[in-house]
């Protein structure tokens, strides 16, 4: 049993050096809504409720801090025990969003700062629809150099699981059915590889690559299904350099002890089980270019 079992990946803080500029892209072009700001900081969550970024001022962009459900009503005290116990020092915190009032924090094998709460209060449910209408923050991706070493931790404190390895320097991983919601990427420079929003459907992936493009944002890769986790996906860039990606359709386990993934017309085992997949495995399953003719690559 891990230290920790994280249910689902709740919101990640992300630093910009352009408060005001990074919050009109979330409300404009994303469609998230802005649940409370001051000069230092915006707290945004889907029209649904659920938080999904912070904002904070920042010299550069980046990955902040990173925040996990574990089960509601569990006891952060026995969490901080259980945590020193092997070895991590953890603090606790109030107030570290406006639908958390009581978590704990502590860093991650890469130093990451990790929030982890186990009580949410949803945010007022925004009726007027958004041009894009994110479900939730579906996965962040950072690249690292020692991709074991935070594995391995992410699997032994926070519960985690490996979906899938693509060789032996792109881990996926998931803490609930979707098939990641946390990606490590092997690279010397350790910094934030990309943030991605679930949406409904194909035709919202539709909806989204022409408000991107009305708002004069081009796709870097996309529209396509991937062959590892197999979603349909698009990525951008924002203002900041953020790579961004919309996904719909990601590969599901939803029966751990069974020990595959929910069968669909487009997998390549029957049953899909994690697997190491090879280097030379494309991004796009519908067959246009490789791996090393994305942008960003890998």
Same mark, same amino acid.
């Given at each position: 049993?891990?230290?920790? $079992?994280?249910?689902?990946?709740?919101?990640?803080?992300?630093?910009? @050096?352009?408060?005001?500029?990074?919050?009109?892209?979330?409300? *404009?072009?994303?469609?998230?809504?802005?649940?409370?700001?001051?000069?230092?900081?915006?707290?945004?969550?889907?029209? $649904?409720?659920?938080?999904?970024?912070? &904002?904070?001022?920042?010299?550069?962009?980046?990955?902040?801090?990173?925040?996990?459900?574990?089960?509601?009503?569990?006891? &952060?005290?026995?969490?901080?025990?259980?945590?020193?116990?092997?070895?991590?020092?953890?603090?606790?915190?109030?107030?570290?969003?406006p639908g958390v009032r009581e978590a704990i924090v502590f860093n991650d094998a #890469?130093?990451? @700062?990790?929030?982890?709460?186990?009580?949410?209060?949803?945010?007022?449910?925004?009726?007027?629809?958004?041009?894009?209408?994110?479900?939730?923050?579906?996965?962040?991706? !950072?690249?690292?150099?020692?991709?074991?070493?935070?594995?391995? %931790? !992410?699997?032994?404190?926070?519960?985690?699981?490996?979906?899938?390895?693509?060789?032996? =320097?792109?881990?996926?991983?998931?803490?609930?059915?979707?098939?990641?919601?946390?990606?490590?990427?092997?690279?010397?420079?350790? #910094?934030?590889h990309h943030i991605a929003f679930e949406v409904k459907d194909w035709g919202e992936?539709?909806?989204?690559? *022409?408000?991107?493009?009305?708002?004069? /944002?081009? &796709?870097?890769?996309?529209?396509?299904?991937?062959?590892?986790?197999?979603? /349909?996906?698009?990525?951008?860039?924002?203002?900041?350099?953020?790579?961004?990606?919309?996904?719909? $359709?990601?590969?599901?386990?939803?029966? $751990?002890?069974?020990?595959? %993934?929910? @069968?669909?017309?487009?997998?390549?085992?029957?049953?899909?089980?994690?697997?190491?997949?090879? #280097?030379?495995?494309?991004?796009? !399953?519908?067959?246009?270019?490789?791996?090393? =003719?994305?942008?960003?690559?890998?």
């Amino acid at each position: 049993m891990s230290t920790v $079992e994280v249910r689902r990946l709740a919101h990640a803080t992300l630093w910009t @050096p352009d408060l005001a500029r990074m919050t009109d892209y979330y409300t *404009e072009v994303v469609g998230l809504q802005v649940i409370e700001q001051n000069k230092d900081r915006v707290y945004l969550a889907t029209r $649904e409720g659920l938080e999904s970024i912070c &904002l904070e001022n920042g010299d550069k962009p980046e990955l902040a801090r990173i925040a996990f459900q574990i089960a509601p009503g569990s006891d &952060l005290g026995d969490a901080i025990k259980r945590l020193d116990k092997a070895g991590i020092k953890a603090e606790r915190r109030s107030g570290i969003s406006p639908g958390v009032r009581e978590a704990i924090v502590f860093n991650d094998a #890469k130093g990451t @700062p990790v929030e982890i709460f186990a009580d949410y209060e949803f945010a007022k449910r925004e009726r007027n629809p958004g041009t894009i209408q994110p479900l939730k923050l579906g996965h962040v991706a !950072y690249r690292c150099n020692d991709v074991q070493k935070v594995v391995k %931790f !992410y699997e032994e404190h926070l519960g985690f699981r490996v979906s899938d390895w693509r060789g032996t =320097s792109f881990a996926f991983m998931r803490c609930s059915v979707d098939h990641h919601t946390v990606n490590f990427v092997v690279d010397e420079e350790q #910094k934030l590889h990309h943030i991605a929003f679930e949406v409904k459907d194909w035709g919202e992936i539709h909806r989204a690559a *022409e408000h991107l493009a009305r708002h004069g /944002i081009q &796709l870097v890769w996309g529209p396509g299904r991937h062959i590892i986790g197999h979603n /349909i996906a698009t990525y951008h860039r924002n203002a900041d350099q953020v790579r961004v990606e919309f996904f719909c $359709e990601m590969d599901q386990m939803r029966d $751990e002890t069974l020990g595959y %993934f929910d @069968p669909r017309p487009w997998h390549q085992d029957t049953p899909q089980r994690p697997k190491a997949w090879g #280097k030379e495995t494309l991004r796009n !399953y519908w067959g246009f270019g490789s791996d090393r =003719s994305y942008p960003g690559y890998p």
